[in-house]
Every structure is written in structure tokens, then in C-alpha cells.
């Protein structure tokens, strides 16, 4: 039944249910359960429908989330999808992992004024699965088939975003990945309880069925050369991502697990695959003491794995306080649940082996902010103190791998932090044809960003194509 807008004074903020701590730790499956489509419809309504949607500035993608709110109250669940696809080329995925905290839902007018967020996150994950379910979701058939060819590097949310736009349009569409499957960190970085697997598997079959074909193991510089690349194609897209962990730069720190080996290790188990590391206890953190440190999303994962995995105990060290930390403070709360401790404003000094292993610590305070704004943590004199660990993850973030040493292309700019030198409009790098987008451009980032560059490096290198080609019949006239 219809429901009326503008419902967030009557009708309170409801989320999904959520198992139990002591249920989901058990396993990896997602720990929020469906939304009825009664009470999404009433979430929905609970949209104030505001003349500025800060819900929709505050979306890397722009999503027209007002006018799906509203759909979706009204019942009018089918169009509500459609308008929410054609803006995003994976909202069930966005719906999961999205930190909507800090984004649609944190810009919010109503959470501002104290009546908590419409659970926009919720309701879109609810009406793509609804898609996905009653058949909604559109089979990609081109208009036309074009000859024109275009090489994507990266299977991640970048590489798949542009490939469903380009081959859309009808171009061939090549993904080439060293992974053995579709999805990059949606598949190798993500856990299930966030992102179930099938979930981006379905995504993938569709591209698949779609004509989009997938060359996997694959690596660029080492398989197949990457002038070799750009001759087989007329553009291509570099959509790497980034996979270099930050070093932790401790004493004694080379026995420390770097994060995204520990989570494709546990995905990897999780899929069926044998992992002689996990085997061997070197990526398993049962029965062991974990320490994780680092406080962002890929912390909060490597935490929340652990405890899975049957940890003895997990405790994460965050140089800066809770309210400063780069994670979803909705991770954190969940981690909580699940018997994590949090040491705020503590960093490592050195790590320690032998009988009493672990990390030797100091207290931090914020002091001046920096360049940025943001405070500066600063050791507190005398504070020292031990965290006991026999599994210490370093989840500190992720740096660019040098590409022109890698694919032997010297002549492909990049920035002096690494990443791939691309104009922020046109995703062009100073390689005629060649485009770049995601992670690989803006550094490690967020999955919806991905997803936006993706497409709009996509509509960039159409338009290349497309000039080149005009170009071409005025020359021959």
C-alpha cells in the first residue's frame, strides 16, 4: 500500500533486523536480514522530500535517492529500481557496502535535525534485490554492434562499471585481470559478511551473457605486454586499483601479516580453494591472540574475520580517538557486538616475538591539526604499554604498485604519490587512447567511486572513439 511522504515525525528510523552477535560470529554470512517491503515502503516514507536533496549531493554518484524514496513508498517498487540503475551500475552492492554514515545518510536533513536518517543504504539494497528476484533487471543488449574494440585492465568496481557502459553501446569489451575470478576486492578484499559472493557473481554472469568476455590470469607486463594491449584496441582503460600495503615501519615488524593477504587468504577459503597459508596457521587466526592495527574499513574487516575464524581474542590499535577514525562507526559498533576491543589513541612502537609476543604501544593525544585540519596524534610521554598478540595484522592502507616499471611503459606518467596521472574530466592519461580510472587515479578509495569514475571514463573514451572515427571519414572525403 501507498504510504505517504515526509513520515519521519510519526514514524521512527528502523533498520533491518540484525542477528545476534553471538549467531553471526559464527559465520560469514551477511548479518543484516531482508527488509519486508512493508517496512521498506515505510522507511521510505519517512523521506522529507527536501527542496536541496543533500542526501543525493552528499552520493559520489549523484543518486536521485528523493525520487526512489518515493517510488518506493508509493509502491512503485519497479521504477524505483530503474531510476536507481540508471545511476548506478551495482546498487545492491553500493546498498551493503557503502558508508552511508558518511555520505547519503550523513548529509541527511532529518538526520541533522535529530530524527535519525531514512535507511537509504537498506531500502536500495531491498529494491535491487526485489530487481534481481521478480526479473527486473535488464539483460545488456546493444542497439547496435560496433567493431571498435576497447581493453579494460582491472576487474574491479572501476573495470565493471565501464565495461557494462561501453558494451552497452556496443563496443567489444575485453576485462583482463591477474585474478582468477571477476570482482577484485569485491570478491578478494571484501568479506561475506558484508558482500556475500554470489552477489557479485550474478553481476559478473550478466556482464558475461552480455558479451563483455573476461581474460583472468592474467598479468599485464608478464602474460600479455601492454603496447600489445593498445595495439589489439582502439582505447584502453587501466583500472588496477591499489594492492601495495603501507609498511608498518616498526622494529621487528617483518613477522607482521599485511591485511589484504589475510582477507584473500579467508575469502579464498571461503570460496573453496585451498590455502596452504591458512592450513598452516600463517593466515588463520583461530585459537590465536590478534592484534590489528589501523583504523579504517579494511581494519574493521581484518577484526571481524578474525573473530570468525575463532580467535582466542582480537583488539584493534587506532593511533587516533573514535571520532576520528576514517572507518563506518557502523563497522565499529558491529565489531563491538562481536567482542572486539578498541585501543583508541595507541600506536605501535615495535613488535615483539619470543614468549611474551605482541606490540609494544604508547598512548597518543591529538594535538594541532595539520595542512588538512584534521588534529595530529602526538606520543604521550611515559605512557608505553604491551598488547599481547601472536597474529599482528598491519591494516594501514594501500599505495599504488609502480605500473610503467611493472608493463615495461616508462613513458605513462604518473603523480609523485604513484598513481596513474589522468585529467580529473576526461580520464585521459598522456598516452594517446590509453584512460584510467578509480583507485589507480584517486588512490585507495571508496567502492562507489569506483563505480563513478568507471562509468564516466567509459563515456570519455566513447567520445574518443567516436571523434577518432569522424576524424577518419573527413580525411577520406
Known amino acids: 500500500m501507498a504510504e505517504r511522504m515526509q513520515k519521519f515525525v510519526s514514524v521512527g528510523q528502523k533498520w533491518p533486523e540484525k542477528r545476534a552477535a553471538a549467531d553471526r560470529a559464527d559465520d560469514f554470512h551477511e548479518i543484516y536480514r531482508e527488509f519486508i517491503a512493508e517496512k521498506a515502503n515505510e522507511q521510505a516514507s519517512r523521506c522529507a522530500q527536501c527542496g536541496v536533496p543533500f542526501c543525493q549531493t552528499h ?132 568479506p561475506g559478511f558484508k558482500l556475500e559472493k554470489d552477489i557479485v557473481e550474478r553481476r559478473t554472469q550478466r556482464l558475461i551473457e552480455g558479451g563483455v568476455k573476461f581474460v583472468l590470469n592474467c598479468n599485464v607486463g608478464e602474460t600479455i605486454s601492454f603496447d600489445d594491449l593498445r595495439t589489439q584496441h582502439d582505447s584502453v582503460l587501466i583500472a588496477t586499483g591499489v594492492y601495495k600495503a603501507k609498511p608498518l615501519n616498526a622494529p621487528n615488524d617483518q613477522s607482521v601479516v599485511k591485511a589484504l593477504d589475510y582477507l584473500i587468504a579467508s575469502n579464498r577459503v571461503g570460496l573453496g580453494d585451498e590455502v596452504a597459508e591458512f592450513t598452516s596457521g ?62 583508541w589513541l595507541a600506536a605501535p612502537k615495535a613488535v615483539r616475538a619470543g614468549k611474551k609476543p605482541g606490540v609494544a604501544a604508547v598512548r597518543m593525544r591529538l594535538g594541532a591539526p595539520d595542512a588538512s585540519g584534521r588534529q595530529s596524534p602526538e606520543e604521550v610521554p611515559g605512557s608505553e604499554f604491551d598488547v599481547v598478540g601472536d597474529l599482528i595484522i598491519a591494516a594501514l592502507g594501500f599505495d599504488p604498485e609502480d605500473l610503467p616499471e611493472a608493463w615495461d611503459a616508462l613513458d605513462l606518467k604518473t603523480t609523485r604519490w604513484g598513481t596513474i596521472s589522468a585529467n580529473p574530466l576526461t580520464y585521459a592519461t598522456n598516452l594517446p587512447g590509453v584512460y584510467a580510472a578509480g583507485d589507480i587515479v584517486r588512490g585507495a578509495s571508496l567502492v562507489v567511486w569506483a563505480i563513478k569514475e568507471g562509468r564516466e571514463a567509459a563515456d570519455a573514451i566513447h567520445a574518443y572513439i567516436q571523434d577518432r572515427a569522424q576524424a577518419a571519414r573527413v580525411a577520406a572525403e
Open 282 to 343: 600463517a593466515l588463520n587466526a583461530a585459537g590465536k591472540r590478534v592484534v590489528v592495527i589501523g583504523g579504517g574499513d579494511t581494519a574493521m574487516d581484518c577484526v571481524r574475520t578474525a573473530v570468525r575464524q575463532g580467535a582466542k581474542s582480537v583488539t584493534c590499535l587506532y593511533r587516533r580517538d573514535r571520532a576520528n577514525m576514517p572507518g563506518s562507526q557502523r563497522e565499529v559498533k558491529n565489531a563491538e557486538e562481536e567482542g572486539v576491543v578498541f585501543e
Open 59 to 190: 552520493c559520489p554518484l549523484q543518486n536521485n535517492i528523493p525520487d526512489w524514496l518515493r517510488m518506493t513508498a508509493e509502491g512503485r517498487l519497479e521504477e524505483a529500481y530503474q531510476l536507481s540503475a540508471s545511476t548506478n551500475s551495482m546498487p545492491e552492492i553500493c546498498g551493503r557496502i557503502c558508508p552511508q554514515d558518511r555520505l547519503c545518510e550523513g548529509g541527511c536533513v532529518i538526520e541533522q535535525s535529530t530524527h535519525g536518517a531514512v535507511t537509504i543504504g537498506a531500502v536500495e539494497k531491498y529494491l535491487t534485490d526485489t530487481a534481481w528476484e521478480k526479473g527486473w533487471v535488464a539483460a545488456i543488449k546493444p542497439r547496435r554492434e560496433r567493431e571498435e574494440s576497447v581493453g579494460i585492465i582491472g576487474a574491479g568496481p572501476a573495470g565493471l562499471a565501464a565495461a557494462e557502459r561501453l558494451r552497452l553501446r556496443g563496443y567489444q569489451v575485453t576485462v583482463y585481470d591477474r585474478h582468477d575470478r571477476v570482482g577484485g576486492l569485491l570478491i578478494y578484499g571484501i
